[in-house]
């Protein structure tokens, strides 16, 4: 049986087959699907979203510890903060196999930067593998289970956006069940003191070695042998670029295991051609350890070190051939990211723009688009709960300099639970001038729809216990917490004022479901334009709806997307929006 599937559908198949019993995650593009694919398969493998990737990889290492196959997974900046584990889970090694997916995002398609992931699999010194293409990724699992279990490894299992929500063919197999032996007590290997981790260093370097020799013949890495001309070592989704852009008589050496190096196989297909290349994306990694083994080879002098590569690319760069541009009559108009029609974050961010004496820090989700125009509302994003922290360290600098300024920390419901809660208590503790605020729209809402613990439910869509963020913040010393609608502008200017007025810790909580959320009320109208009344002010314009535009001196409101708000209602100062039953 074969079926079309992506990357991470294809790996949700493979922890099925493989005989996984464990899975965790959070939602990150583009890593997303393979949690969401394994609800399918539930009678055989628990899966859950976690609160953020370090909770995911600890219970994940943790059903490994009693013997599970297991499985976490993440876009690559989620590895910075699972890092911790990972690391200390590479000295002691596993019971069941552990795999540990990490999907990188060439190019940024949706992601604040572009590191390049392969890094930790030496960094933390376990063995990773890649796959090219949607049947690799399901077989690479079961081996990647077996590579685990055999020398005792976390295994990386690095993947990018092209392999992940691309699609090819893929030939099922049967679930072949993993024995789960019985736990035995063994604090030797699973209690890392300082005592233990010296111990287990020198197993951690032989292991290593012990890889790259098994990877000069393994099942993971093949030769492609067409000519002496020209050779390309490659792997993941650079293989099938480079297999497409090279010469028909190029010899390939394939790599699946990527780290360690099988310098032995390297060494022996460099000796056969010509002229070696090394065509991987981003950073130089396989090339610089051929380059440091003294093999010489070509790579990022042609292809970069920024960006994602394709065919073309390759052609171009490596062989000269100029593109062949067509030019076309009709040109794209550029459509710049904005919140959606109906968005809750939009009223909250034009309270906020409307402000010019303080800042306001935000954090990766839906709302970074409130730094956007016309909205401007934002002043700093860095990372996953750094909208309190990064807004704590600028409010102590402020009191230091005797700037008159107070900071509005901005995080997202999901986003608190991930990495908030933490830089709400070190506001509360060091008394910071900061006034903590959650958008919460009830799910976790960038990534497509994931549950989180304030949803009120799990990945496998049971009712589970909702964990009320107000609660929290009074838990941590926050008195007057303001709890609003953020699409009546009036009670979020009232809030926004009452908390810079409050004597006491003060904290918002905006709350209005995702518009695009299932279970959310369906629209009961939508708002139409009286043209007679418009005065053509463009007030309307200034909230940023999609919905809203400007024709013929007046404004219009494009019905096939309102969802009847009345955001752009309220701002109106004549009155000539009003809303329509439907």
């Known amino acids: 049986m074969k079926q079309l599937l992506s990357g991470n559908e294809a790996i949700a198949r493979g922890l099925y087959e493989a005989g996984a019993e464990f899975a965790s995650a959070y939602p990150g ?8 694919n394994l609800v399918q398969y539930k009678d055989d493998i628990y899966a859950e979203w976690a609160p953020n990737e370090k909770v995911a990889t600890e219970v994940a290492y943790g059903a490994s510890m009693a013997g599970a196959r297991s499985f976490c997974t993440m876009k690559m900046v989620g590895a910075n903060v699972a890092a911790d584990p990972l690391f ?16 990188d995002d060439p190019s940024m398609h949706s992601s604040q930067n572009e590191q390049d992931n392969r890094h930790y699999a030496r960094h933390a010194k376990i063995a990773m593998v890649e796959p090219s293409d949607s049947q690799e990724c399901k077989d690479f699992v079961k081996m990647a289970y077996e590579l685990s279990e055999k ?19 893929v030939e099922f197999g049967e679930r072949e069940e993993h024995k789960i032996e019985d736990y035995v007590k063994n604090p030797r290997k699973n209690v890392c003191t300082p005592a233990n981790a010296y111990m287990n260093h020198p197993i951690v370097e032989k292991r290593i070695a012990d890889l790259a020799e098994y990877g000069n013949d ?40 990527t780290y360690p190096l099988p310098m ?97 820090t935000a954090d990766i989700g839906c709302y970074t688009l409130g730094c ?22 600028m409010s102590k600098v402020f009191e230091r300099t005797g700037a008159d300024k107070k900071v509005f920390g901005v995080v997202g419901d999901s986003t608190f639970f991930h990495s908030g809660i933490t830089g709400l208590a070190e506001i509360a503790y060091n008394k910071g001038n900061v ?105 309307c314009l200034k909230v940023g709806c999609p919905a809203v535009s400007f ?7 494009d019905q096939t997307q309102c969802v009847g708000c009345t955001v752009c209602m309220q701002v109106c100062p004549v009155e000539a929006i009003v809303k329509e039953a439907r």
């Open 218 to 257: 393994c099942p993971f890495n093949k030769v492609e042998m067409n000519g002496t001309k020209m050779g390309v070592i490659t792997a993941g989704i650079s293989y099938q670029y480079a297999k497409e852009a090279f010469p028909e008589d190029t010899s390939f050496l394939k790599l699946g295991l």
């Open 151 to 169: 020398f005792d490894t976390p295994v990386l299992y690095r993947v990018t956006t092209r392999i992940d929500h691309s699609k090819s063919l």
């Open 29 to 36: 593009t583009p890593s997303t699907e393979v949690l969401e």
């Open 372 to 393: 956007a125009q016309p909205l401007n509302a934002i002043d700093s994003v860095l990372c996953m709960g750094g909208g309190f922290t990064v807004g704590m360290g």
């Open 88 to 103: 200390t889970a590479a000295y002691q090694g596993v019971s069941g196999g552990f795999i540990f997916m990490s999907a």
């Open 435 to 539: 006034i903590p605020v959650v958008l919460d729209n009830g799910i976790t809402g960038m990534t497509g729809q994931q549950e989180n613990p304030g949803s009120g439910y799990t990945l496998e869509g049971e009712i589970a216990n909702i964990i009320k963020v107000e609660e929290i913040m009074k838990a941590c010393g926050f008195v007057n917490v303001f709890t609003v609608d953020p699409q009546d502008l009036k009670a979020m200017q009232e809030a926004v004022d009452g908390a810079l007025a409050s004597e006491e810790p003060a904290a918002i909580i905006a709350k209005r479901e995702c518009r695009l959320l299932k279970r959310a009320a369906k629209p009961d109208g939508v708002c139409i334009v009286d043209a007679d009344k418009c005065v053509g002010c463009r007030a």
């Open 551 to 557: 024709k013929d001196g007046k404004s219009v409101i």
């Open 264 to 360: 032995k196989l390297i060494r022996e297909f460099a000796d056969k051609v010509d002229e070696l290349y090394v065509i991987e994306e981003l950073d130089p990694f396989m090339e610089d350890q051929i380059k440091a083994a003294g093999i010489a080879c070509k790579g990022k002098e042609f292809t970069g070190e920024k960006y994602e590569l394709n065919a073309q690319l390759i052609e171009e760069r490596v062989f000269g051939k100029t593109p062949e541009i067509k030019e076309v009559a009709a040109k794209a108009v550029m459509r710049p990211p904005a919140l959606c029609p109906g968005c809750p974050h939009r009223g909250f961010f034009y309270t906020m723009a409307k402000g010019k004496n303080y800042v306001v």
